[in-house]
C-alpha cells in the first residue's frame, strides 16, 4: 500500500495519560497535515509541516500537544495529560503540491 | 466569523437531478481552493481543486469560483445514490467547513 499510513488505527487511554500517533506520509511528499475530526465536523486542522520545518500550528492547539517531522518523513503527534475532550479522529494528510492532498485512515482516540 | 462556512444539511436531492453544494470564506487572499468527499466513517477523498475564478468541469462533477463574492459551489450532474456523503469545502492549507451531507435518493 503507498497510501498514506497511520499507526494505531485505534488507541484507548485512561484520561491524563501521553498518546502518541505516527504518519508516514506517500513517499516523497514534501507537505504534512495534522487534523482533529469529531462526529459531525469537518477535520480541524492543527498543523502543518513543509519537509521538517513546522511551518503552521493551529492556535486552537494547547500546549498539551505537540508535532514533529524529523528528517522530513514521518511525523508523530503527541498529546500529553489527555482529556476526555480529545476523543477524536486524528488524520494527517500529505501532498506534493498545493492543488492536492491525500488523508490516511486516521487513528481513533477514545480517551476514558 | 468562521473562516469557511457551509450549510450543514441534509440536502436531499432525487437520482438523477443536479445536486449544488455551496461555502463561503472568509480569507479574501486565499488562494486555494479544494472539495472532499466523505463516507461516513471514512476518510476525505479529494474530488476537484480550483483557483481561477469561474468553472472547472471534471466527469459530473463542476466547481464554481467567485472571489469577488468569496464563495465557491460544487454542481454535481446526474446524481446517484452512490454519491450520498459529506461534502467538505477546504481552503489556503486545507482549513475545512463542516460540510454539508448530501443524500440521493431512487
Known amino acids: 500500500d503507498t497510501g498514506v499510513s497511520q499507526d494505531p488505527r485505534h488507541k484507548i487511554t485512561k484520561r491524563g495519560q501521553n498518546v502518541t500517533f505516527r504518519c508516514d506520509p506517500i513517499?516523497?511528499?514534501?507537505?504534512l497535515y495534522w487534523y482533529r475530526q469529531t462526529l459531525g465536523q469537518g477535520p480541524e486542522f492543527l498543523t502543518y509541516?513543509?519537509?521538517?520545518?513546522?511551518?503552521?500550528k493551529s492556535r486552537l492547539l494547547s500546549d498539551r500537544f505537540s508535532a514533529e517531522r524529523p528528517k522530513g518523513s514521518f511525523s508523530t503527534l503527541e498529546i500529553q495529560r489527555t482529556e476526555q475532550g480529545d476523543s477524536a479522529m486524528y488524520l494527517c494528510?500529505?501532498?506534493?503540491?498545493?492543488?492536492?492532498?491525500?488523508f490516511g485512515q486516521g487513528t481513533r482516540l477514545t480517551v476514558v | 466569523q468562521k473562516e469557511v462556512e457551509q450549510n450543514s444539511g441534509p440536502l436531499s436531492v432525487p437520482e438523477g437531478a443536479i445536486a449544488s453544494l455551496n461555502c463561503t470564506y472568509s480569507?479574501?487572499?486565499?488562494?486555494?481552493f479544494f472539495w472532499y468527499r466523505q463516507y461516513s466513517g471514512k476518510s476525505p477523498e479529494l474530488i476537484m481543486f480550483?483557483?481561477?475564478?469561474g468553472d472547472k468541469e471534471d466527469g459530473r462533477f463542476t466547481a464554481q469560483l467567485n472571489k469577488a463574492s468569496q464563495y465557491v459551489s460544487l454542481l454535481i450532474r446526474d446524481s446517484q445514490p452512490s454519491d450520498s456523503a459529506t461534502y467538505l469545502c477546504?481552503?489556503?492549507?486545507?482549513?475545512f467547513g463542516t460540510g454539508t451531507r448530501l443524500q440521493v435518493f431512487p
Open positions: 509541516f513543509q519537509n521538517e520545518a513546522q511551518l503552521e
Open positions: 477546504a481552503v489556503k492549507w486545507l482549513i
Open positions: 480569507d479574501r487572499g486565499s488562494q486555494s
Open positions: 494528510a500529505s501532498s506534493l503540491s498545493k492543488s492536492e492532498a491525500f
Open positions: 513517499s516523497e511528499h514534501n507537505r
Open positions: 480550483i483557483y481561477s475564478n
